[in-house]
């Protein structure tokens, strides 16, 4: 029985890697069983507003992703950022376990650095605009 709920689990829980961030919220919101965005939005811990946005195509922040990731129990970080691997972690060793934890730790730390490029990036155009225009006032 275990070995046949093991390849169920990997067959039912693996997704196509080409797929969208969109591709892979719908996808999740359907092993969910949930029927409206409103609920699936609720149950990962973002607003309706964010998920639709994100079904168009936008990206989320790093706030919102954390709440995803901590929202949903055992989800698999790298394939909701990637598609990559299996929508959750199976839980078969501890010692897995704690790598995946680590890979969790290391992917937020990597975010929340992106984060603060891209914040500092926008302060950065945001100062030359205000250079340009003082410049130009005189």
């Given amino acids: 029985m275990d070995i046949y709920f093991t ?22 919101q359907d092993l969910l069983e949930i029927d409206t965005g409103r609920s699936f939005a609720k149950k990962i811990g973002i607003t ?21 990731l901590t929202s949903v129990e055992d989800l698999n970080p790298v394939w909701l950022l990637y598609g990559e691997g299996e929508v959750f ?8 376990k704690d790598n995946s934890d680590e890979i969790t730790s290391r992917l937020i730390s990597i975010i929340e650095s992106q984060q603060r490029t891209i914040e500092s990036q926008q302060n950065t155009c945001k100062d030359l605009l205000n250079q340009k225009e003082s410049l130009k006032n005189k």
Avoid: A, W
């Fill in 89 to 96: 972690i199976v839980k078969e060793k501890e010692e897995e």
């Fill in 48 to 68: 309706h507003g964010n998920l639709q946005s994100y079904k168009k195509g936008s990206q989320p922040r790093l706030d919102k992703l954390i709440n995803i």
């Fill in 7 to 28: 390849i169920l689990y990997k067959i039912i829980f693996t997704m196509d890697t080409s797929s969208s961030f969109s591709d892979r919220l719908t996808y999740l």
